[in-house]
């Protein structure tokens, strides 16, 4: 049977098993007594073998190669100029780390090695796999492609992630077919059209069943990510880097290591994804840096002012959002030297001196003085050819200096692998924090890379790298200041930027319609309190639709909540339903960004409903996306709540009002305190109001009882 390695974690045994030199993910489910993989007979892992195929049958494992009689899409392509291209890798040793295992493979004769890195959290029972090759050989080795491993999925269904510029997370289902099916990104960053995230499970798994395994690359460069139906049936995912030709060539004794692909599985459908790698993202990927610390309300200036920085208007402002309850105040695009507009000035960080004639240090004071900390955006990585930056060092731009790069939001990347442009900016920003008491950067990145190439060779890779180095540069620099990561909206979302990141703006679309939809597929990899939600204008600016305050307030206030709006614009009595939104917000903070999310079946199939609960309490969320079909909703069933305990339930907005689509006005709805079991409510649900589109009920439990 060969050698077996046993991980335990999350209530889940992973075991791997190296049969013939070879590394097999042999089970990964519910844990097996006593964690012992010794109950597995090694004859059911043996599999018939069909005609019309290689003898030994399709050679399918954690690393498929070709060299060993695997015929579909390898986890390794490597070549050297000589021609040589087989790889036949076979186990060499195992390496106990201190959350998994090492497996070590090496083919001497094709001089390469490979070292899979197989953990497993043992708290969540998230998996991370990762593998890392080493030339071992005496001529450059040239890396076309490496994933982090190769996985077999359940035959059933996929959910995949696309999108757009404002609406990012768009997911869509398939049955794998024949083939292979492939998301790509060739932008510089995790994408908004190929976010590196999939799940796989049985047909028709949903929100509370269903076996499935959640896959993410945590990488914010280029990538791909594919699921291919092997020619005996099985399916494999795969997930790596995307280089450019040519991109990736280890010198002899140098080694490549790929990203982390994270991998959690569940038999409780998305929620019971949601359960493992929520917490795995708050004490993993964060390190438990925003445990305890609550995620200040923000007011953001982009959808107030846009480029249009005047300090009396900004100030108008700021006591507004304070006012409000805003706790931390954002200056957006617009602030620094010759920012009229989008067409310049990216590269020259410092402030303008017109809008700022005595630097930002009075608008600061002023923030702070209403009790705000303040934050400022920056995009570091880019310049515009109308700055100082690019006049001094056209030769700066990341591309190949005779070709002409076809521009986005009309401006170039900065090559930052190379140490003395990362150091320019370096030297920037530092002097911004060192200067001022700024306590946030709201780190954007706003074009797709189009000629990632330096010094003659393709870097995208290289550049990927830079931008992490001059984030963990200036965080240990700076280790107060919180950074969000944003791409035009949610272009960076990913476990990899998170790790040095403390918030995702999750996208520029604040329509509380298109954002249910948005933050519903975002939460079901990122906890809530690292998922940017801004209440904007009434009629949205990406999709001109008026929505009310009410579900504005209701859909920002379940994530890391903020407002982005010209306040002043709002009538006192909308105002006032904000500071109560807010307040509400602050006061179940610790619950809406501590708790579990649980995903619910709404009773309309034009609505999005979830419930957080935790700690005894409850809040959850009923938001009538489409015209309900049927005249009066069924009762909302919550699962997730204590069965046997008692609870008391209120309708804590909208707050009561006569309504013109109810004859019969439920006692729930009226704004009466109701108690019931959570059992009960489970199984037969709350009375909810009767919602039109673009309405949203939010009712609030807590547990009276056990
Ligand atoms: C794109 C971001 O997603 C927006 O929130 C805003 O910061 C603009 N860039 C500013 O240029």
């Not at 990012?168 to 995230?197: I, K, N, Q, V």
């Not at 359960?275 to 964060?286: A, C, E, K, Q, S």
């Not at 002097?431 to 709201?442: Q, R, S, T, V």
């Not at 954007?444 to 995208?460: C, E, F, I, V, W």
Request: glycine residues 12%.
């Amino acid at each position: 049977m060969g050698a077996q390695e046993t991980l335990g974690g999350g209530g889940d045994t992973l075991v791997i098993g190296v049969r013939a030199g070879r590394p097999h993910l042999d089970y990964w489910g519910p844990a097996l007594a006593g964690g012992r993989s010794t109950l597995l007979d090694p004859r059911l892992l043996e599999r018939a073998g069909a005609h019309g195929m290689l003898d030994a049958g399709e050679a399918f494992d954690l690393f498929p190669e070709s060299g060993v009689g695997f015929t579909g899409a390898p986890a390794l392509r490597a070549w050297r100029a000589s021609g040589s291209f087989v790889t036949q890798l076979a186990h060499s040793g195992t390496r106990t780390t201190p959350e998994g295992v090492e497996l070590v493979l090496a083919d001497a004769r094709a001089g390469v090695e490979a070292v899979l890195s197989i953990e497993l959290d043992p708290a969540t029972g998230v998996a991370g796999f990762r593998s890392r090759i080493r030339n071992l050989g005496v001529e450059p080795l040239h890396l076309d492609w490496v994933s982090c491993a190769a996985l077999e999925l359940m035959d059933g269904e996929v959910m995949a992630f696309g999108g757009r510029w404002a609406r990012e997370f768009d997911a869509h289902r398939f049955r794998p077919g024949p083939g292979l099916w492939s998301s790509e990104a060739r932008t510089g960053r995790t994408s908004h059209h190929a976010p590196p995230f999939l799940i796989a499970g049985e047909a028709g798994f949903g929100d509370s069943h269903g076996e499935v395994l959640g896959l993410h690359l945590a990488w914010s460069g280029d990538h791909r990510l594919f699921v291919e139906r092997l020619r005996d049936g099985r399916l494999q995912a795969q997930a790596g880097e995307l280089f450019w030709p040519g991109e990736m060539v280890l010198e002899p004794g140098a080694s490549y290591e790929t990203p982390s692909l994270y991998a959690a599985r569940s038999s409780d459908g998305l929620n019971g994804l949601s359960d493992r790698l929520h917490p795995f993202v708050r004490d993993r990927i964060l390190g438990g840096r925003l445990r305890g610390k609550p995620r200040p309300v923000h007011f953001n200036t982009w959808e107030a002012v846009y480029f249009r920085h005047d300090l009396s208007e900004l100030k108008a402002l700021a006591e507004t959002a304070a006012g409000a309850g805003a706790e931390r105040f954002v200056l957006d695009d617009g602030w620094f030297r010759g920012r009229e507009d989008d067409t310049a000035a990216l590269g020259d960080w410092t402030p303008d001196p017109i809008k700022y004639p005595d630097g930002l240090g009075p608008l600061i004071a002023y923030v702070r003085g209403l009790g705000m900390t303040f934050g400022l955006w920056v995009e570091p990585e880019m310049a515009n050819a109308d700055s100082d930056l690019l006049r001094d060092h056209p030769d700066w731009i990341l591309g190949e200096p005779d070709r002409v790069q076809p521009l986005g939001r009309g401006q170039y990347v900065l090559d930052l692998t190379r140490p003395e442009v990362s150091e320019a900016i370096f030297g920037q920003i530092n002097d911004l924090l060192a200067g001022h008491a700024i306590d946030y950067l709201k780190w954007d990145m706003n074009r797709d890379l189009t000629h990632p190439a330096s010094r003659g060779r393709p870097a995208s890779h290289a550049q990927t790298l830079g931008v992490y180095r001059l984030i963990d540069r200036l965080r240990a620099a700076h280790p107060a200041v919180e950074i969000e990561a944003c791409a035009s909206g949610g272009g960076r979302a990913d476990y990899e930027i998170l790790r040095r990141t403390d918030r995702i703006w999750t996208s520029d679309c604040n329509d509380p319609i298109e954002r249910q939809a948005i933050q519903r597929a975002f939460s079901i990899f990122f906890p809530p309190e690292v998922m940017g939600a801004h209440v904007g204008p009434a009629a949205s600016h990406t999709t001109a639709r008026t929505t009310s305050l009410d579900l504005r307030a209701m859909t920002a206030l379940f994530g890391h909540m903020g407002v982005e709006a010209d306040l002043r614009a709002l009538p006192a009595r909308e105002l006032d339903a904000l500071k109560a939104a807010i307040s509400l917000h602050k006061s179940l903070r610790p619950l809406l960004h501590g708790g579990r999310l649980i995903r619910q079946a709404p009773p309309d199939p034009g609505a999005i409903a979830f419930m957080v609960a935790g700690d005894g309490r409850a809040l959850a969320s009923l938001a009538q996306i489409e015209t309900p079909r049927y005249n009066a909703a069924a009762p909302l069933r919550l699962t997730g709540l204590d069965p046997e305990a008692l609870y008391e339930v209120r309708l804590v907005n909208p707050p009561f009002r006569p309504q013109a689509a109810m004859k019969q006005i439920p006692a729930l709805v009226r704004g009466e305190i109701l108690g019931a079991t959570g059992r009960w409510i489970a199984h037969a649900g709350l009375p909810t109001p009767i919602l039109r589109a673009g309405e949203i009920a939010v009712f609030q439990l807590n547990r009276i009882t056990r």
